[in-house]
C-alpha cells in the first residue's frame, strides 16, 4: 500500500496517559491508528502540542506541529526534522527540476545563484557588538531597521506558503561548545541540505531541544528590495549577532545557510578562547595524532580529508578549544566537478541516498550524472552526511593537533609545492592568507584569481584576523604543533603554461608530512613569500618539487614566471 493517511491531532498529557482529538483528515481510512497509538508516548516529551501524523499501510512517522509565531510565522503545516524520504517525496512534489539520479542522491538546483554572494553579506551595527566586529568590505554593516525591513520581508514570504520546513540540529560535536540550530526554509531541498550539514539530534535530544540558540530565516526565493538603505542588489544575507537570527534573501544557493552558522561560530567562539578555523581534519586511529588542513574553497581540504588511511574529523568547519579539536558540522559539502570514483572514492561513493547534488547536469535517460559537464556551473556540489566517509570518527572530536597544514591553489606557478614554517612564518602566511580564487566558487569568478584571504577563511571571520592568528600562535606554541604550506595548484608556470599539481603528488607530499619523512629532510631557505622549501618528498611527488624543475619553457616564459613571482611577492 503506497497512499498516506495524514492527520492533524491535539496530543494532550493527561497524567494516566495520552488522549488523542483530530483537526481533519486529508486522505485515507483510520485503520492504522489503532494498531500504533501505543507507539506515540515514545516520541512525546509530556507535554500538550499539536502533531502531524503521516501512516503508510503498517507505518506511520511523526513531525511536530511547532509554533513559530516567535519568528512571526503562522503557517500550519510544518515539516519539522522529516526524513529523507520524506523530503525526496517532498522535493518530487514541489521543488521545480528536482530529480533522482542513478545512485539515489537527490539532484537540485538553486536557480540564478550557484555560488556565494560574499558582497552581498550584511551584518547589523549594534553599540553590543560593534567594537568587536572587523568593519570593511568583509563586514558591511547594516543597521537595524533595514534588518527588521528585510526580516518582514522573508516571513511574509514564509507565511505564503501552504507547507514549511524545519530543521532543528546542532552545530558542534563538543556539548560544551554546541549551538542549537533552526532552519526555516520554504524548499525541501534546502531542508534536506541543512539536515546533511548540520549534527542530527538523537530523537530524544530533539524532544528536548527547547528553544534555538540561533535561526535562519531562508526566503532565498523572494528577492530584497534594491532601493531598501543599505541594499545593493536583490540578493541580501543579513545576520544580528544580537538577535543570532540569518536572513536570507534573492538567493537559494544553500552554501550562504551553511556559512552563516560559520560565521556565527567565528564570532561567539573566539569570545571563549576557542580557534574557530576554515580547515579540514583527520587522525591517524593508530596513535590519536591530528592534522588540520586550512584553505578557501578549492584548495583541497575536503578532497585531502578523505584518506583511507586516516579518520576524518570534517572537511571544512572545526574549532581548536583547549581540550582538542571538533568539527562544527555534521556533514561534507564536497565539490562535484570533475568528480571519478578512480580519483576520490569515498567521496564518490558518499554521493548515494540521502546526500544532495546541487546544479548538475544529468542524462535524461538513465539519470546518470555528467561530473565533467560545467554547463550551470564550475561549482557543482554534493552534500552528505559524515559518516556517508567510512572512516569518519563519530563522535567528530580528537585532541590537539601535530600538524597545520595551509592548503594554498597558487595560480601563478612561484610556490613550491611544499614548504615548512617557523612559528612565525606560519602567523605571517595565516594572516596573509594567499591563494586563488577558483572558477565557481563565487559568483563572477570564472578564471583563477590571486587573491588575499586572512586566515584563509576571510569572507567568515567577523572578528580583526588578528584576534584568530594570536589564537593560533599561542596553539602552536603551546602544543609544539609544525607548520606547512601545500602548494595544491599550479607548478612549472602559471595556469595556461604550467600544469596543476596533480592530486596523487600532493597526497604523497600529505603522507611524508604525516610520516615524518620530511621533517627529518634538510631544507634550502626559499627566496620567495618567507618559507624554506623542503627536499626529499615522496619519489612520486618529486618531479613537481620546484616551479622551474623539469619543465621546458622559453627564455621569454621563463622571464614572465619571474616576473610574476616578483609581482606577487610584492602583493604580500
Not at 506515540?40 to 507505518?59: I, K, P, Q, V, Y
Not at 558591511?140 to 534588518?147: A, H, N, Q, W
Not at 571519478?340 to 544532495?356: C, Y
Not at 600538524?403 to 594572516?431: K, M, N, W
Amino acid at each position: 500500500m503506497s497512499s498516506l493517511t495524514e492527520l492533524s491531532v491535539f496530543v494532550a498529557n493527561t497524567g494516566q496517559g495520552f488522549t488523542l482529538s483530530h483537526r481533519q483528515w486529508n486522505v485515507g481510512p483510520t485503520r492504522c491508528l489503532g494498531k500504533h497509538a501505543g507507539q506515540l508516548g515514545d516520541r512525546l516529551n509530556n507535554a500538550n502540542c499539536w502533531m502531524r501524523l503521516t501512516f503508510c499501510s503498517a507505518l506511520f512517522r511523526v513531525g511536530w506541529m511547532i509554533d513559530l509565531s516567535r519568528w512571526d510565522i503562522d503557517v500550519k503545516t510544518v515539516h519539522r526534522n522529516a526524513s529523507p524520504a520524506a523530503l525526496y517525496q517532498e522535493a518530487f512534489r514541489c521543488d521545480t527540476g528536482a530529480t533522482l539520479s542513478d545512485t539515489g542522491t537527490l539532484i537540485a538546483y538553486s536557480g540564478g545563484k550557484t555560488g556565494r554572494s560574499p558582497t552581498d553579506k550584511r551584518v547589523v551595527r549594534h553599540p553590543d557588538s560593534s567594537d568587536d566586529v572587523w568593519w570593511g568590505p568583509v563586514n558591511i554593516s547594516l543597521d537595524e531597521s533595514t534588518f527588521c525591513v528585510n526580516r518582514e520581508r522573508a516571513t511574509d514570504y514564509l507565511n505564503t506558503r501552504k507547507e514549511l520546513y524545519c530543521v532543528d540540529a546542532f552545530a558542534g560535536w563538543d556539548p560544551a561548545y554546541r549551538l542549537k540550530v533552526r532552519v526555516i526554509c520554504a524548499r525541501p531541498y534546502h531542508a534536506l541540505f541543512m539536515h546533511n550539514m548540520l549534527i542530527r539530534p538523537t530523537p530524544g535530544e530533539l524532544a528536548d531541544f527547547g528553544e534555538p540558540d540561533c535561526v535562519i530565516l531562508n526566503a532565498g526565493a523572494f528577492p530584497a528590495n534594491r532601493y531598501t538603505t543599505g541594499m545593493t542588489s536583490k540578493t541580501s544575507v543579513g545576520l544580528s549577532l544580537e538577535r543570532k537570527e540569518v536572513v536570507i534573501l534573492g538567493t537559494q544557493y544553500a552554501g550562504e545557510m551553511k556559512k552563516a552558522v560559520f560565521t556565527l561560530m567565528n564570532y561567539l567562539m573566539p569570545k571563549r578562547g576557542v580557534l574557530s578555523m576554515h580547515c579540514s581534519a583527520t587522525v591517524k586511529p593508530e596513535t590519536g595524532d591530528s592534522s588540520v588542513l586550512f584553505g578557501l574553497s578549492g584548495t583541497g581540504k575536503t578532497t585531502l580529508s578523505a584518506d583511507p588511511s586516516r579518520e576524518l574529523i570534517g572537511d571544512d568547519e572545526h574549532c581548536w578549544s583547549d581540550d582538542g579539536i571538533f568539527n562544527i558540522e555534521g556533514g561534507c559539502y564536497a565539490k562535484a566537478i570533475y568528480l571519478t570514483r578512480e580519483a576520490e572514492p569515498q567521496i564518490f561513493d558518499a554521493l548515494r541516498f540521502g546526500a544532495v547534488l546541487e546544479n548538475v547536469v544529468y542524462d535524461e535517460a538513465d539519470h546518470h550524472v555528467d561530473f565533467s559537464n560545467s554547463s550551470i556551473t564550475e561549482n557543482t556540489r554534493g552534500a552528505y552526511p559524515i559518516e556517508y566517509i567510512p572512516n569518519a570518527r563519530i563522535p567528530c572530536v580528537a585532541g590537539h593537533p601535530t600538524h597545520v597544514i595551509f592548503l594554498t591553489c597558487d595560480a601563478f606557478g612561484v610556490l613550491p609545492p611544499v614548504s615548512r614554517l617557523t612559528p612565525e612564518q606560519a602567523e605571517y602566511h595565516f594572516v596573509s592568507g594567499y591563494t586563488a580564487k577558483v572558477a565557481g566558487t563565487e559568483v563572477g569568478v570564472t578564471d583563477p584569481e590571486a587573491t588575499f584571504s586572512p586566515c584563509f577563511g576571510g569572507p567568515f571571520l567577523v572578528w580583526h584576523p588578528g584576534k584568530y592568528a594570536e589564537l593560533l600562535s599561542r596553539k602552536i606554541t603551546e602544543h609544539h604543533v609544525t607548520v606547512w604550506l601545500v602548494n595544491t595548484g599550479w607548478s612549472g608556470g602559471p595556469h595556461g603554461v604550467g600544469q596543476r599539481i596533480k592530486l596523487a603528488h600532493t597526497r604523497a607530499i600529505l603522507d611524508g608530512i604525516h610520516a615524518g619523512v620530511l621533517d627529518r629532510r634538510t631544507h634550502d631557505a626559499g627566496t620567495l613569500l618567507r618559507a624554506e622549501h623542503s627536499d626529499g618528498m615522496p619519489e612520486r611527488a618529486e618531479r613537481n618539487s620546484r616551479p622551474k624543475r623539469h619543465v621546458e619553457r622559453s627564455a621569454q616564459v621563463r622571464r614572465n614566471g619571474d616576473e610574476t613571482g616578483r609581482a606577487v611577492s610584492g602583493e604580500f
